[in-house]
């Protein structure tokens, strides 16, 4: 069965930091994997994906997630973080099944950005 | 564009009385699916359906029913709803069988039982 982890509940970066986000899954087959973001009171927002191919994906808002096969991982970056990307960040795995796409969050981890 | 949306957007129930959380998208997807959403547990899947006229459970369904009549609406029916179904429920729809394709998400239904 699919399973994902992020095992940051809460992170705090100041404004102009770096960033990077933990995640890892649990898949016996090549996972689909996202990264969602749900502002306060919003529904969540794609962020990235990866299916295959290059390792490092690129997303909107400056954000970057690489696969690393060997440590099950898919950890979500952004060079230098902005007052508004605080927010929650979530982690999922996909697999299309009997014609439907099924998704597994992790618990996600909520940003708090420092002026 | 209206995407996918929620109705209402806060609800307050008391034990055992009953409702409908509305879902309506209106971009063709065949795909949508109910998640709820509580503390550190991330989104998880309650009922999902392919298309009109079929459903199926997801991780989570029991004490929740749903319909999927036409392909814009998918209601989420509680029959008889208990302080546990209390939490924050999300729509999502999806293009057809399409792992390319992202989940679109409504912005909640927060529900309170008491």
């Known amino acids: 069965a699919q399973s994902v982890t992020q095992p940051d509940i809460h992170i705090t970066v100041s404004e102009g930091a770096s960033l990077e986000l933990r995640c890892n899954y649990s898949y016996g087959a090549t996972p689909y994997l996202f990264w969602y973001v749900q502002s306060p009171g919003q529904g969540l927002q794609l962020l990235l994906k990866?299916?295959?191919?290059?390792?490092l994906v690129q997303g909107i808002k400056g954000f970057e997630a690489e696969f690393k096969r060997s440590q099950s991982s898919f950890n979500l970056r952004k060079p230098s973080v902005h007052w508004s990307d605080a927010a929650e960040y979530f982690c999922a795995v996909g697999a299309v099944y009997q014609g439907a796409q099924k998704l597994v969050f992790g618990q996600g981890t909520r940003l708090t950005i420092n002026p | 564009n209206a995407g996918v949306t929620q109705t209402p957007k806060f609800q307050v129930l008391k034990t055992g009385q009953s409702m409908t959380l509305q879902c309506a998208q209106d971009m063709n997807h065949e795909y949508m699916s109910w998640y709820r959403q509580d503390p550190g547990m991330g989104l998880r899947l309650i009922h999902y359906?392919?298309?009109?006229?079929?459903?199926d459970q997801g991780e989570v369904p029991n004490g929740y029913n749903v319909s999927r009549s036409t392909t814009e609406d998918f209601p989420l029916r509680l029959l008889s709803a208990a302080p546990s179904q209390t939490s924050v429920y999300f729509c999502?729809?999806?293009?057809?069988?399409?792992?390319?394709?992202?989940?679109?998400f409504g912005n909640g239904t927060r529900l309170t039982v008491t």
């Open positions: 359906s392919v298309g009109a006229g079929i459903t």
């Open positions: 990866y299916f295959s191919g290059d390792t």
């Open positions: 999502a729809s999806t293009r057809p069988s399409s792992y390319n394709s992202p989940l679109h």
